[in-house]
């Protein structure tokens, strides 16, 4: 019995292990500038908590086979502990957990601490049950004022957000259901929901935020490749939660230019 | 003690005293595990229908008929609470812990009889109102265990959030009741009850894991009742605690000034602690078998008691990690990261100290040490990936992915049950009078070890991927296509999994009344059940008050006649410890 434990617990070590060092299932490419930094700091714990697992997981079924009941064998070791060793692991893990997690803090707050930049593309991005809407300030920079009473999702468009057209500000503003962003500049991205906690995922740009109803969350990134990033709701928002999705395309600056360009034209 | 006089009731006569309303905290105890046992076959049939819809999406389902969006979210709320509150948080303390903990330290029965009733009936009550909101309008609600805001606080969000939403906050909150009492007993209990010689530092880590487990209880539970108070209050009397001015369908809700935040940080301040309520009851069985099992001492006894009184104090200031994404302040998840990762210091000592118990042991593989070496293996596996997701930075692809159902599926989920089965094979013979066979018992421990990492090991890998949580169809996103082959192994193997759980079933049962006779102390234990009647009497020692001469676990001690000597035994035996 002693053996067969062996084997068994080995053997789901290997395997379980062998998938993560394969990576037949990963992280998608990464396509932001904090990509690589979070990469890194997920290899690190990865391999220090991967070197912890095996060893552990190797030594339980070495010990049980081992230690297995012999009937030769004496009785077993009659010891209670030893306090050196118990100092020894406690100071061991203690530093090793505080010290990836102090590793880790630059990440984020890189991400979370500091607002955009000034010259960053602001979209706000605005989520109700089941679908996203982005926000683009137009020629003035101000987003216009919208109302809860004047929203009406069926409609679409600036009537979903509940545009008010009484203010000049809100006038030129442009509501798209494609997010569409350059590449190489930073996005401020101003989150908020409708009705329920929703959460704007994009695996490839390492970015994920709840957009909570009565908050106006101001996030950023940075994309640095172009292409077509899907949009995941992370945040169990309803029934259509499944299906809350949304395309980010990311551009050359000249292309974004020419596209919003042809939105706001497209107010006239 | 004062409190032992009320206890010396006599024996009760009749079928209602004595097995339904019954005040003997064993009869409490098997009511508990019953009320258990029912429950995680519900939960087990729900996740199963999950992951049947999930990779046969237009299959017609016993009892379900076709599986609607709402229906898949109805099937994810129902089963996370059922498990959380009727089977994890119910079996290892109401089950066990009432049935062992009086006996363990010697006392008769627990303190307050009365009150140890009425929990376990509020208890079955709340388990019958929230299995009552399957059958109602609009079905079970479909906002998640979690029960986040505006979604669970506005009737309109989707189907299940009418009456069934009622039926579900009403069943928690009658729970919530139901554990304080049943916290307020054990507390007292193992304080005032122990017999002559029991110090503290003599009990059972089983005893130290429920005394714990309570008063975690006590703090968190009475938390949870309030806010489900309020969200009820929001619901229906049109109070904003967690709901801001905002629209549903582009009608106004008529709320405003409520924070949906609110109630992340009442419903996590409970919810965190209930993570330890539900694994600390397995640590402590785990520590009992392994020493029993390993015929030596338990490795640092003084580190397990401190390493767990340290769990579950750090357990109360880490509640935050679960709102990293949420929108609360930044700067907050600094405390929140660190306080998380301390926590993995004691369950770490933990983790070395069963290990060194290991240690030049004389292993006996009966099926409670199978399932308590499984239950570290477990441990380890989801203790593990802990320390990605408490890092604020990590989160950020990690949180509602895949990643966090697996993480905390191995070890709250598996490594918890994989407690109660061993605590069910360990303590079978005391309860029952009788022998679980073992060779069903193996089969049962390898089908269920290999089968649970099949299933929860790849969602690491899923969430990795990015495959969100919650999800009852992943053909929508492009970039989960790829994932579906994997999801597909993930079902076939909770399919044998789930089969050989009516292993289990089917032992247990046979067990019970065709099983060999169990003598009094068949694992050669050194603990108090183990010194009386198999099955126990009412007075749990004949009459008899034991005096407590030993530690718990004095294996292979040198020079005493056999290789085990009993917390009872006279002091001139062995060396007192």
């Known amino acids: 019995m002693g053996l067969v434990l062996l084997c068994v617990i080995w053997l789901i070590t290997f395997a379980s292990t062998y998938f993560f060092i394969a990576k037949t299932w990963w992280f998608p490419h990464g396509a932001s500038a904090s990509a690589a930094a979070l990469d890194h700091q997920f290899a690190v714990t990865f391999i220090l908590m991967g070197v912890i697992f095996v060893a552990a997981q190797l030594a339980l079924g070495y010990f049980v086979f081992r230690y297995r009941e012999q009937p030769s064998a004496a009785r077993a070791d009659y010891s209670h502990g030893n306090l050196t060793l118990e100092i020894i692991w406690t100071t061991l893990t203690a530093i090793l957990f505080i010290g990836l997690n102090l590793m880790g803090s630059p990440i984020w707050a890189a991400e979370r601490f500091r607002p955009a930049v000034d010259d960053a593309t602001r979209v706000e991005v605005t989520a109700m049950q089941f679908a996203w809407y982005f926000r683009y300030p137009g020629p003035d920079g101000k987003f216009g004022i919208a109302k809860p009473e004047l929203e009406d999702p069926s409609a679409g468009g600036e009537a979903a957000l509940g545009l008010d057209p009484a203010d000049p500000a809100s006038k030129d503003d442009v509501v798209t259901g494609i997010m569409e962003v350059p590449v190489g500049r930073e996005v401020e991205v101003i989150l908020r929901a409708h009705d329920v906690i929703h959460s704007f995922f994009v695996p490839a740009m390492r970015f994920k935020q709840d957009a909570v109803p009565g908050l106006a969350i101001h996030m950023h990134f940075t994309p640095t490749e172009t292409g077509d990033f899907e949009i995941a709701c992370a945040e169990l928002c309803g029934l259509g939660h499944y299906k809350m999705h949304g395309m980010l395309k990311v551009v050359s600056q000249d292309e974004f230019e020419k596209w919003l360009a042809a939105r706001e034209a497209e107010k006239q | ?577």
């Open chain 2, 1 to 577: 003690m004062v409190a032992q006089e009320s206890h010396q009731h006599s024996a009760p006569q009749g079928f209602i005293r004595k097995w339904v309303f019954s005040l003997d905290h064993k009869v409490i105890g098997l009511q508990y595990y019953f009320l258990a046992l029912t429950a995680v076959f519900v939960g087990m049939f729900l996740s199963l229908l999950m992951r049947i819809h999930l990779i046969w999406p237009t299959a017609v389902l016993p009892l379900v008929g076709e599986i609607k969006p709402e229906t898949y979210l109805a099937l994810v709320t129902m089963h996370g609470t059922i498990m959380v509150f009727f089977v994890l948080t119910t079996a290892p303390q109401g089950g066990f812990g009432n049935y062992f903990l009086p006996i363990q330290i010697g006392a008769p029965d627990m303190a307050f009889p009365v009150l140890n009733m009425l929990s376990f009936w509020t208890t079955f009550v709340a388990y019958v109102v929230m299995l009552s909101a399957f059958f109602v309008v609009g079905g079970a609600p479909l906002h998640g265990w979690t029960g986040y805001a505006p979604l669970s606080a506005l009737q309109s969000a989707g189907p299940g959030e009418g009456l069934g939403a009622d039926l579900w906050i009403t069943s928690i909150a009658l729970f919530c009741i139901a554990s304080l009492m049943g916290a307020l007993n054990f507390i007292t209990t193992t304080l005032d009850m122990r017999a002559k010689g029991m110090s503290m530092m003599r009990m059972p880590l089983t005893c130290w894991s429920w005394f714990i487990t309570a008063i975690l209880g006590l703090l968190a539970f009475g938390v949870l009742l309030s806010a489900g108070i309020l969200l009820l209050m929001d619901r229906n009397i049109g109070t904003s605690f967690f709901l801001p001015l905002g629209t549903i369908n582009g009608q106004l809700t008529g709320h405003k000034g409520g924070s949906p935040l609110l109630w992340q940080h009442l419903f996590w301040f409970f919810g965190h602690p209930e993570v330890y309520i539900a694994i600390l009851p397995g640590m402590g069985v785990a520590s009992q078998v392994l020493s029993t099992f390993s015929r030596k001492p338990i490795f640092g006894y003084k580190a397990m008691v401190y390493a767990m009184l340290a769990i579950g104090l750090l357990g109360f200031m880490v509640w935050g990690h679960h709102m990293f994404m949420s929108g609360m302040s930044p700067y907050t998840a600094f405390a929140f990261s660190i306080m998380t990762m301390a926590i993995g210091v004691p369950s770490a000592i933990k983790t070395f100290n069963w290990l060194g118990t290991l240690h030049k042991a004389r292993i006996r593989f009966q099926s409670p040490m199978l399932f308590a070496i499984g239950f570290v293996s477990l441990f380890v596996s989801g203790g593990l990936s802990g320390p990605f997701l408490a890092q604020p930075a990590l989160d950020i692809p990690l949180h509602d992915t895949a990643f966090v159902p697996g993480h905390f599926h191995l070890i709250m989920g598996v490594a918890a049950i994989f407690g109660i089965f061993a605590a069910t094979y360990y303590w079978f013979p005391k309860m029952f009078g009788r022998m679980m066979n073992e060779k069903l018992a193996r089969i049962h421990f390898f089908l269920t070890l290999i089968g649970t990492y099949s299933v929860f090991m790849p969602m690491h890998y899923l969430g990795l991927a990015g495959q969100p949580r919650r999800y009852s169809q992943l053909t929508e996103l492009a970039y989960l296509h790829p994932l579906i082959g994997l999801n597909r192994f993930m079902t076939y193997a909770a399919i044998i999994t789930v089969a050989a759980q009516l292993i289990f079933l089917f032992n247990l049962f046979w067990s019970m009344f065709q099983g060999p006779k169990a003598s009094d102390n068949p694992w050669e234990a050194t603990t108090l059940e183990w010194t009386t009647a198999t099955p126990p009497p009412h007075d749990n020692f004949g009459g008899r008050t034991p005096v407590v001469n030993h530690g718990p676990y004095e294996y292979s001690v040198p020079g005493a006649p056999r290789d085990y000597v009993m917390q009872s035994d006279p002091a001139t035996v062995a060396a007192a410890h």
